[in-house]
């Protein structure tokens, strides 16, 4: 704290004006203890003030976190993640890390670590959370994960429950827990899917935090799509999160009229709160960033806009609760504009918010925004990647522009984990699953 008692240059080294001196000093030595009485008041005053309007807030926050838990029937104990190293190897300046690990006794996950060859302490981390059809082999995810570890960040790639590895077939797109039965099923064991997606991504953090060389707090969760709407449960109910970014979803009641998989926890989830009050369960401690296309109508409908508006009127609110915490501007949309259906999380803006809040170790954000761009379609058919029919056009993935940092594709096989004879394993599997929770 500057001194209340300044004294000229010219009096410090004149011996004659010693009697002034220590007279002055002894009336300023009372004034500034009496000033800082005051201050040390003021500062309690605030700070109790300050207090008193957030402790009901997170309060309130842990009740509803509590409920939504329950509801999502996500379990209330963790067994030991039992890790085991599938072996690595190096591809165009990254380590690909393999491994399996144990999310709740008899569901086993197949991962993947992205990560710099060479570090320089311990790095930031993310999470993804994947779309219909998406698993960690898929060109979008393949591309982020690659483009992440880049940037210095550790990326871990899950296969999501009935795809890729963890499906019966090994096959991908099978969009197995899309099934009406599975939901139905899922329900009847009081574990809804949407819950089973939120828990392996914790479960995600929690290997991420056995390990020395990851930041432990500075990890997100990224996801598009279904991977959206699974980044904001996420977000919302992992306070151990310092980012997320929501891409290809909405804040509003138009995702009620989705799939089972979505439309019964949001369903649920809206009988217990707003979508504004489920937007601040993520304050103060993830930053989050919910990023989409003007004319997603896959999103948006109707084409109105009309998820849009009830998606900022949710935000809105929630960023004065993120204000009370002292952490303005954590939450916030961005629209790019004509845009469609895209996998946002691997754009620039992504890139930025990132940088942001998690860091990018050896970036600039003015290097980032210099990166030079790609069209997503253009990359995929340079590489012979065949896209859905659906997602396929210029309005969609096909628009799509990226960052370009020379990065090519990753064969399916090379990114596989388990062997032959463990594909189908009732431990990796949907099905496998569902009989191990039937009550």
Known sequence: ?????????????????????????????????????????????????????????????????????QMLGIPSSRCDLLPESRGQYEKDGIIIEKWVWTAEPGSRVPALLYRPVHLDGPMPAIIFTYGHGDSKSSWSYN????????????????????????????????????????????DAAGRLIMGKFVFDAMRGVDFLLTRSDIAKDRIGVVGNSLGGATAGWVA???????????????????????????????????????????????????????????????????????????????????AKVYAAFGASGKIKMWFEPGGGHRPYFASKIALEWIHQNLGTPGWTIEGIRQLPTLNAGKWCDAHSIPLEKHYATPLHWRGTTLPDLGICPQLCAELAILQSDELGKPEFTLEGWLDRIKR
Not at 258 to 284: D, F, H, I, Q, V
Request: glycine share 8%.
């Open 236 to 318: 919302a109910l992992d306070t151990r999160l310092r980012m997320a970014l929501v891409t290809g979803w909405a804040y509003d009641d138009i995702m009620i009229q989705t799939k089972p998989c979505t439309s019964w926890p949001n369903e649920r989830m809206r009988k217990l709160c707003t979508w504004a009050e489920y937007a601040t369960l993520s304050a103060p401690h993830c930053a989050v960033l919910l990023i989409n296309g003007e004319n997603d109508v896959v999103v948006d409908r109707d084409g109105t806009g009309a998820a849009w508006r009830g998606t900022q009127a949710a935000v809105s609110e929630a």
């Open 143 to 186: 591309y982020a994960a690659q483009m992440f570890a880049k940037l210095g960040i550790a990326t871990l790639a899950m296969d999501p429950i009935g795809e890729e590895e963890r499906n019966l077939k090994g096959g991908m797109a099978t969009r197995a827990h899309d099934v009406k039965g599975v939901s139905e099923r899922c």
């Open 1 to 69: 704290m500057m001194s209340l008692v300044m004294m000229p240059a010219e009096v410090k080294n004149d011996r004659s004006h010693i009697g002034w001196i220590g007279e002055t000093s002894a009336i300023g030595l009372r004034c500034r203890a009496g000033c800082v009485v005051g201050l040390l008041v003021l500062c309690w005053v605030v700070t109790t003030a300050c207090s008193q309007v957030k402790q009901p807030i997170v309060v309130k926050q842990e009740q509803l976190r509590v409920k939504l838990r």
